[in-house]
């Protein structure tokens, strides 16, 4: 089957490696003169990036193009004809819309010290040898181009992008940090990093009022905290500037017929599916999203082109103990109440893990209440409702639902029957029927083992749904977050189990004749893939035989990565790769 993918970011790369393994033509179309995306402009991802294009850029099946734009597309008999400028015409059974994102341009406030998050991405490259002289002081401003009124949507990866940021310029100076934020919408494990940055002294200030003027020397920011206006001088500012659908969706939506929703996104008829068994999308065509989720959603669109719905459920049906779901649990609040408050909020940083679910979960139980003639109150620390989640907030808010937004340094307290806070300029306090705090809720959900929370970042990227070879975790026990992830998840996941059991993996041979069984390799072993375990053998003493048990390490084929990590570590040399004999 001739299948076209338009776009060659990693989403598309990521269709493109499932459809080449399940041994289809597949023409990718970048109108670009670079494979990447937004990607292969970020100075940390690049390398990653090639690694991951270079498992597939010399199959026999695949042709890319690149610098190039459709012109016309015409159907008959199922098959699309695709006019492409200055390379004729190709035909396609099945396409993939992987067009991306595209960077918002602040033009009215860039200047020579107002730097776009990209912009000093290259700043901080290690290809730069020195940083700038006055590199002393610096302002990162978050939700530039986004959250607003002109585009309303979260951006999803702007807040983490941030973080990052932060960690790339520590890593290489020390100049003092103030990050000005509305919400700091973070995900799994980035907020230990921004426990660790805190306590180095980076600053923090929740504000979305900001004002710039910049001069020879620096920038003045003005902004409205704890009551008050106040300013402050930087040497350079950083915007996390929102990410958009790319302005090729509306040609490409008259082209190939298929619809895009208010935000200029496609619209999503059914998971991954903009036309139905013939028109497929990924990554940022659907909505603003991370590296991890661009991938899992190229595999599964890639799986849903070659396959189909039928094939993909009849596959699921026989790959059903590999793929691993847990129902949600169920928030009892009740409704018998005329007055409620909700807290968002928590001083725990695994506790952190869960705003996005908790603040999901808190906005849809709100809007059934107030709509029930209710009152109810949200104070929140943070809310995290990244892309489509942030519609719904200000929606609720239109409902009647009262928000109150906690500044740096208060705090929530239950007292006297009462929710006050404290800690800042205002005395504010709530007498509800009702008080539910997100830490009241987190009991259960703590005992789980969340992907996402347990698996490092770098894992998590490239296997989007790998708990080990055994286990492919999808949905709510993936990442809790907003259910219309759930079915692109599973389609993903089964991408992934197909990839990884036709994968070619070289396992570790360990001598057991010379094993100690020290545990060196069990406790390097980030698969948890090798037992020490007890083998009997037969001693020799004084001429007669004997039989002991020896502690060897016993390696888990199913387990086992084949990163050879176990060889590297070993003291007495006797784990071996077979290629390496």
Not at 56 to 78: A, P, Q, S
Not at 368 to 373: A, D, F, I, R
Not at 537 to 552: M, R, Y
Request: charged share 30%; aromatic share 10%.
């Amino acid at each position: 089957m001739n299948i076209l993918i338009i776009g060659g970011g990693i989403s598309g790369i990521s269709a493109a490696k499932v459809l080449l393994k399940e041994g289809h033509r597949v023409t990718i179309l970048e109108s670009t003169q670079d494979l990447g995306g937004l990607m292969a402009k970020i100075a940390n991802c690049r390398v990653g990036f090639k690694t991951f294009f270079d498992e597939i850029h010399d199959r026999r099946n695949l042709t890319i193009i690149k610098g190039k734009k459709i012109e016309h597309v015409e159907k008959n008999n199922g098959i699309y004809r695709v006019k492409i400028e200055g390379e004729g015409e190709i035909e396609a059974e099945k396409v993939i819309i992987a067009t991306g994102l595209i960077p918002y341009d602040p033009v009215e406030i860039k200047g020579k010290r107002i730097l776009t998050s990209l912009e000093y991405d290259s700043l901080i490259d290690q290809k730069n040898e020195k940083l700038p002289e006055d590199f002393d002081k610096i302002a990162f401003i978050l939700c530039v181009g986004s959250r607003s009124k002109e585009y309303p949507l979260c951006s999803s990866v702007c807040c983490s992008y941030t973080i990052r940021e932060i960690k790339w310029t520590l890593m290489r100076s020390n100049p003092e940090i103030t990050v000005f934020y509305n919400d700091l919408r973070l995900f799994g494990q980035e907020f230990f990093l921004e426990k660790v940055f805190r306590e180095r002294g980076v600053r923090f200030i929740r504000t979305n009022t900001r004002h710039f003027e910049e001069d020879k020397t620096g920038i003045t920011i003005r902004f409205y905290t704890d009551g008050e206006i106040k300013e402050e001088r930087f040497n350079y500012a950083v915007l996390g500037i929102g990410l958009r659908p790319n302005q090729s969706l509306v040609d490409l939506s008259k082209l190939f017929s298929f619809s895009l929703n208010n935000y200029g996104f496609v619209y999503e008829t059914a998971p991954l599916t903009a036309v139905d068994e013939k028109i497929y999308i990924c990554g940022g065509a659907i909505e603003p999203m991370n590296i991890k989720d661009s991938i899992l959603t190229g595999f599964g669109a890639g799986l849903l082109a070659s396959m189909g719905k039928e094939k993909i459920n009849e596959s699921l049906k026989h790959h059903e103990k590999y793929l691993y779901k847990e129902r949600e649990p169920e928030f009892i609040i009740g409704k018998d109440a005329n007055s409620y408050l909700f807290y968002i909020g928590t001083d725990d940083t695994f506790s952190s893990m869960f705003y996005e679910y908790i603040s999901s979960r808190f906005l849809e139980i709100a809007k059934e209440l107030v709509s029930s003639g209710k009152k109810v109150y949200i104070i929140t620390k943070n809310l995290v409702v990244p892309s489509y989640g942030e519609i719904e907030y200000e929606a609720i808010k239109g409902e009647g639902v009262i928000f109150i937004n906690l500044e740096e340094g208060e705090r929530v307290e239950k007292k006297d029957g009462k929710v006050v806070i404290t800690g800042g300029k205002r005395d504010l306090s709530f007498v509800v029927d009702r008080m539910v705090f997100m830490e009241d809720l987190l009991t259960e959900l703590k005992t789980k083992e969340f992907l996402s929370f347990y698996r490092s970042e770098p894992q998590l990227r490239w296997s989007p749904t790998k708990w080990n070879r055994e286990r492919f975790h999808a949905g709510f026990i993936r990442h809790p977050r907003a259910k219309r992830w759930e079915g692109r998840e599973i389609i993903g996941a089964l991408a992934e189990i197909l990839l990884d059991k036709e994968e070619e993996r070289v396992i570790p041979v360990v001598n057991e004749e010379r094993c100690s069984g020290c545990g060196s390799c069990k406790d390097a072993c980030p698969h948890n893939a090798i037992k020490i375990t007890p083998v009997p053998k037969d001693v020799a003493i004084f001429g007669l035989l004997s039989n002991t048990l020896n502690p060897v390490a016993k390696i888990n084929s199913d387990l086992c990565m084949g990163c050879g990590l176990c060889a590297s570590t070993c003291p007495s040399d006797v784990i071996n790769l077979p290629s390496a004999r």
